[in-house]
């Protein structure tokens, strides 16, 4: 079925530093979702993308829809405390009422 | 508008019990999603109401079983609870399919003892 590829695993980043992940699917998606979670909370949605080569920013966020629509990137530039969390990518599923969700970027600042 | 909200945020339970976790939609949004997420772990899908109906559920024991009234809000079930139950519930709503956008509650926080 479908999967999403969600890497890296996890992060540690110091503050200012711009931060790359990235989310892969072995099928082609016509939507990708970003969400961030705090500890405890639920998903908050970053961006969404709906066609490919697309890029779009929020503040210091930019996400962007592969071309080939098999994946999607997510930069943050500048990192800062509050950019702690997990970061999560998902698309929908073929039968559209259902989204898939990769297993999630955590972010940790360097101590 | 208001976000979704979920009722209630806490819940203790000992294991045998069955809980009602309760979801109230974005005004408007007529599908609703619901997630079990334990530590660490990323989100797993339990099922999705849309106008009462369910028209999709996760891989899930009988046991967890959901609802969805005329005013869209949605209530999921847990029966028997298993301490491997213990974890966040979240409930998410979206305007029409489920592969929408989605907007989440804060969750509720089971554990069972």
């Known amino acids: 079925g479908q999967q999403l590829n969600q890497s890296p695993q996890s992060m540690f980043i110091q503050e200012g530093e711009d931060v790359s992940m990235n989310c892969t699917s072995s099928?082609?998606?016509?939507?990708w979702l970003w969400y961030k979670q705090d500890p405890g909370e639920g998903p908050v949605l970053l961006i969404a993308?709906?066609?490919a080569g697309e890029l779009t920013s929020n503040g210091r966020l930019t996400a962007q829809f592969g071309i080939t629509r098999k994946d999607s990137f997510l930069n943050i530039s500048a990192s800062i405390p509050s950019d702690v969390g997990i970061y999560f990518c998902?698309?929908?599923?073929?039968?559209?009422?259902?989204?898939?969700w990769g297993a999630g970027t955590k972010l940790i600042i360097k101590p | 508008k208001a976000g979704v909200t979920q009722t209630p945020r806490y819940l203790i339970k000992t294991r045998g019990q069955q809980v009602t976790l309760s979801c109230s939609p974005i005004?408007?949004?007529?599908?609703v999603s619901w997630y079990q997420q334990t530590p660490g772990q990323g989100l797993q899908f339990l099922f999705e109401?849309?106008?009462?109906?369910?028209?999709n559920k996760g891989n899930f024991p009988g046991r967890f079983s959901g609802r969805q009234f005329s005013n869209s809000r949605s209530e999921m079930n847990v029966s028997t609870l298993e301490l491997g139950d213990s974890a966040l519930y979240l409930c998410?709503?979206?305007?029409?399919?489920?592969?929408?956008?989605?907007?989440f509650g804060p969750g509720t926080r089971l554990t069972v003892t």
């Open positions: 998902a698309g929908p599923l073929d039968s559209n009422y259902q989204l898939i």
């Open positions: 099928s082609i998606f016509n939507t």
């Open positions: 993308l709906y066609k």
């Open positions: 109401y849309f106008s009462e109906t369910q028209r």
């Open positions: 998410a709503s979206s305007v029409g399919q489920g592969a929408d956008e989605q907007y």
């Open positions: 005004s408007g949004h007529r599908s």
